[in-house]
């Protein structure tokens, strides 16, 4: 079990992933690695990370943790969540983070937005990012920085 008040008082980065991905979500979790182990390396702590599935009736839990260990994540700091349905996480994303998760039916690809979100402690968005490509993993430790300084 995972929520909203275990990430209280907390700066978090949030993406919407899924383990069966043919085109952006292995890049996406590489980067995502990179912020995890760079923040690690400047010492920087109480930071969270959350990957929503987008996909929850394919990515169970055992799914996930198989698709993180190819990247050698960091659990300890990092959730990937799954448990919900289909027609939740599509909505959620969209009431909360203004993103698309759309699974097409008889499809096993979800269309979903690539972005990187930063939340405050406070649990408000504060800035997205590029998540796949030239990501801005130097301004994204800033603006945790200036966050955690608040």
Do not use: R
Request: charged share 25%.
């Amino acid at each position: 079990p995972f929520s909203k008040s275990d990430l209280k008082g907390k700066v978090w980065v949030a993406d919407f992933i899924f383990t069966s991905c043919e085109t952006v979500c292995l890049p996406m979790t590489s980067n995502m690695t990179k912020l995890q182990q760079q923040l690690k390396d400047e010492g920087i702590k109480d930071v969270e990370f959350v990957s929503f599935s987008v996909d929850p009736e394919i990515d169970k839990p055992d799914v996930l943790k198989k698709f993180g260990d190819q990247f050698n994540v960091d659990y300890g700091n990092w959730h990937f969540l799954t448990g919900y349905g289909q027609e939740e996480i599509e909505q959620f994303a969209l009431d909360n983070f203004k993103t698309i998760v759309k699974k097409p039916e008889a499809e096993d690809q979800v269309i979903h937005g690539t972005s990187f979100f930063l939340i405050d402690q406070e649990g408000k968005i504060i800035m997205d990012y590029t998540g796949l490509q030239d990501i801005p993993i130097d301004e994204i430790i800033k603006h945790i920085k200036i966050l955690q300084n608040y």
